[in-house]
């Protein structure tokens, strides 16, 4: 009887799971070649695709052995697909006179496709500023949505805390430092521009995303009349003079326009000058 009740139960196991062969067609039947003019850029992608030397690289790749590893979608209502990771491949692909991208198929909510999209991307050897900071706030509102705690005016709630941490831990930085990217999307395109570049380290950035739209375009008109980025001493008084509605034209002017140390003038003289 012992036997016969062990046999019934793995009869019963083999007939509610799948062997690994089944599961492999699957996943087969769900990567397609969809023409790329079905597919469409995710929404708000925060991560540029460049047409630089490694895209060049990757033309010449997909040209020779095609798309290897299939790029990610998601079917929309309206029958067309969403792209979630792959956008370089189909750039790609677009440059190399394809007509169809390899994808695979796979069912995700807005939230989950998000999340998808932002960690497959991560992956990049090389990820800009602006890139990140777009990425993180972007992963973090999806995280709290999927958590049934949904954001307000973009703010942080009190006892929202956890999708941060979680965010963090996944991610390696520190939740200052997330929050210091976050706080970069506040900045006008220019200001983002010079953070890019290296221009703007990250703290007198985050200083200058608490001014208004108008008192950064007025630091960007300095920054090009000077020809000089503002120190993080003189964001922070330019910040406070703004918390006090003090931070006029004029203001910015003043500040931007004071002589910081590593800008004064160094005199070299020869010992035999000296002499």
Request: hydrophobic fraction near 35%; include cysteine; charged fraction near 35%.
């Amino acid at each position: 009887m012992a036997g016969r009740k062990s046999d019934f139960t793995l009869t019963k196991l083999d007939d509610l799971f799948t062997t690994q062969a089944q599961r492999d067609e699957e996943q087969l039947s769900k990567i397609r070649d969809i023409p790329l003019e079905l597919i469409d850029d995710f929404p708000d992608h925060p991560f540029k695709v460049r047409d630089d030397e490694d895209m060049m690289q990757l033309v010449e790749s997909v040209k020779e052995r095609g798309v290897i590893t299939p790029a990610t979608v998601r079917q929309k209502e309206d029958g067309r697909y969403e792209l979630v990771s792959g956008h370089r491949r189909k750039r790609a692909c677009e440059l190399a006179g394809f007509e169809t991208l390899r994808s695979e198929i796979v069912d995700l909510n807005r939230d989950e496709a998000t999340i998808l999209m932002v960690e497959s991307n991560f992956q990049r050897s090389e990820i800009l500023p602006s890139e990140k900071a777009f990425a993180y706030k972007m992963r973090l509102e999806a995280m709290k949505r999927q958590a049934g705690r949904p954001t307000k005016n973009n703010l942080v709630p009190v006892g929202q805390n956890y999708s941060r941490e979680e965010l963090a831990a996944q991610s390696g930085e520190s939740q200052t430092q997330i929050q210091r990217y976050i706080r970069l999307t506040n900045l006008v395109p220019e200001l983002l521009e010079f953070v890019d570049e290296g221009r703007i380290k990250m703290r007198p950035a985050v200083e200058l995303s608490y001014l208004d739209e108008d008192c950064q375009r007025d630091v960007v008109d300095e920054i090009d009349l000077n020809d000089a980025t503002p120190s993080h001493d003189q964001t922070i008084r330019m910040r406070k003079l703004f918390n006090e509605g003090n931070l006029t034209t004029e203001a910015i002017h003043a500040v931007m326009s004071e002589e910081k140390p590593n800008q004064k003038e160094k005199i070299v003289l020869r010992g035999d000058r000296v002499r």
